[in-house]
């Protein structure tokens, strides 16, 4: 079992910036894809960033290519999200997710993840 735990949300205007940590525990070593995933009110969840932590292998959804970066602590086992230039439809619930693959070609945004955080909210006003 591998349990996450989301923090860093908040509220900012238009252009701001803010960085979403996912703190990870217990058999991490059996969690090497991760990824960040996004839901807004009555939408679907949606993909957001993944990384394969053994290679750093990553991928972003087309919108927020450019603005968000997606990166991992092994040392901390620490997963982090961090985000520019936010836009108003940037806002929704944010949860981190991991699971194990067998190669870093399996890690990417259409994968099935096995664990999830609680998540932490993203509200970003015009």
């Known amino acids: 079992q591998v349990q996450l735990v989301e923090s860093g949300g908040g509220s900012v205007q238009t252009g701001g910036s803010l960085r979403l940590s996912c703190t990870a525990s217990?058999?991490?070593?059996?969690?090497?894809?991760m990824g960040w995933f996004r839901q807004a009110p009555g939408k679907e969840r949606e993909g957001v960033a993944t990384?394969?932590?053994?290679?750093?292998?990553?991928y972003y959804a087309d919108s927020v290519k450019g603005r968000f970066t997606i990166s991992k602590d092994n040392a901390a086992d620490t997963l982090v999200l961090q985000m520019n230039s936010l836009k108003p439809a940037d806002t929704a619930m944010y949860y981190c997710?991991?699971?194990?693959?067998?190669?870093?070609?399996?890690?990417?945004?259409?994968?099935?993840?096995?664990?999830w955080g609680q998540g932490t909210q993203v509200t970003v006003s015009s």
């Open positions: 217990g058999y991490t070593y059996s969690a090497n894809c």
């Open positions: 997710a991991a699971v194990y693959v067998r190669t870093p070609y399996r890690c990417h945004l259409d994968t099935d993840f096995d664990y």
């Open positions: 990384i394969y932590t053994g290679g750093g292998r990553t």
